[in-house]
């Protein structure tokens, strides 16, 4: 928990620096994809990696956040501080539609229902032409009327900004999940659900919550990819983003909270270099994954998490005080439970069994 919390810290930290030291629009567009990817892996972690179920539809939520944002904008001229909460919100209320159905169902049925939707989802903005444009899309969506005066470094800041205040409050809303009882609730279902429900766990109430909030976080990416790129079409839905979106959370590593953003660090960069070679791109992908599958199961994140719990001892002794010796010289074993640990006492002397530091 508090590794956790304070790499995120240290990360977003780090993150914030960075225009201040970076002046190519070049890599500050990347840096943004960056932390727009972050969000995105970060609401599916919600589901793949806590509650334990593979959704293969999560480009719905990012579709709907988007084109609700554009609509909102260019059609009620909603400021884009506003558009971008609504987002979230129409897109969460998606995810209660398609959760209230896809969430009692598991294992394989769950995948095949949940990208059924977002398939749905991307035909009906395709052919409903009155309302979402068709296949032209709806572009100029608006963006902050200074901007236009400011020049396109400054753009990039500002967005940079953005994306960053977007990520800083889908990594808090998802640490306040995780760490709260709702989220140990929904890991135990993860694990296992019967005897999750056996202790009183209602596996359907908690996966609904991871659900419905990583659905609210993609949404708000959603919202913001939107007005960063002033142009919405079907293709928000398609495919491609779902494969970046579970390729980083695999390669980063599945519940936790920062392989998230390992992985769309390294995968985004990844995916620029690899920008000229189109043909090898999907194949090194597919090979990256099988990698990951295979031999680091628990992607980079839980490896490193693994060698630092090996470091680790199990336990640590520290002699106890005086008082706690035996009084006679007889072999005896004493166990006393407390806040500090256990007490072992026997003819040789007293230890004090506790967690280490």
């Known amino acids: 928990m508090r590794f956790e919390r304070n790499a995120i810290l240290v990360a977003l930290l780090v993150a914030g620096l960075l225009p201040l030291v970076v002046h190519d629009q070049y890599l500050l567009h990347v840096a943004i994809m960056v932390l727009f990817y972050a969000v995105l892996a970060t609401s599916l972690n919600l589901v793949v990696g806590y509650v334990g179920e593979f959704s293969l539809g999560h480009t719905a939520f990012l579709g709907t956040g988007a084109y609700a944002a554009a ?21 969460a209320a998606m995810g209660l539609l398609i959760g209230s159905i896809t969430l009692r169902l598991q294992g394989p049925f769950f995948v095949i229902v949940t990208l059924s939707f977002a398939e749905v989802l991307r035909l009906v903005a395709d052919n409903w032409v ?18 236009a005066q400011a020049g396109n470094l400054a753009t990039r800041q500002f967005f940079f900004y953005l994306a960053w205040g977007v990520l800083a409050v889908s990594l808090y809303l ?9 989220g140990r609730a929904a890991v135990a279902v993860r694990e296992n659900r019967y005897v999750a429900q056996s202790i009183g766990i209602r596996p359907f109430r908690y996966a609904m919550l991871a659900f419905v909030l990583g659905a609210f976080l993609a949404g708000m990416a959603g919202g913001f990819y939107a007005h960063y790129i002033s142009f919405v079409g079907p293709e928000v839905f398609r495919f491609a983003f779902m494969v970046s979106m579970i390729i980083m959370v695999l390669v980063g590593g599945k519940g936790t909270l920062i392989g998230p953003l390992i992985g769309a660090l390294l995968v985004t960069f990844l995916e620029e270099y690899l920008r000229e070679a189109k043909e ?27 060698r630092r719990e090996m470091r680790t001892p199990p336990y640590a002794l520290s002699r106890a005080p005086q008082g706690a010796a035996p009084a006679d010289w007889r072999s ?12 072992l006492s026997g003819a040789s002397g007293a230890w004090r069994l506790g967690k280490p530091k």
């Not at 439970?337 to 007490?343: E, K, V, Y």
């Open 130 to 147: 009155a309302f979402t444009n068709g296949p032209m899309g709806i572009a100029g969506v608006p963006q902050p009327a200074w901007l």
């Open 174 to 182: 998802a640490y306040r999940f995780v760490y709260s009882n709702a």
């Open 71 to 91: 609509l909102l904008s260019t059609q009620l001229d909603w400021p884009m501080w506003a558009t971008i909460p609504a987002a979230g919100v129409l897109a």
């Open 280 to 306: 090898l791109r999907l194949s090194l992908f597919g090979l990256a994954v099988m990698a990951i599958v295979l031999f680091l199961p628990r992607g980079l994140m839980g490896f490193l998490t693994t």
């Open 332 to 343: 005896q074993i004493r166990c006393a439970l407390g806040r500090g640990g256990a007490i």
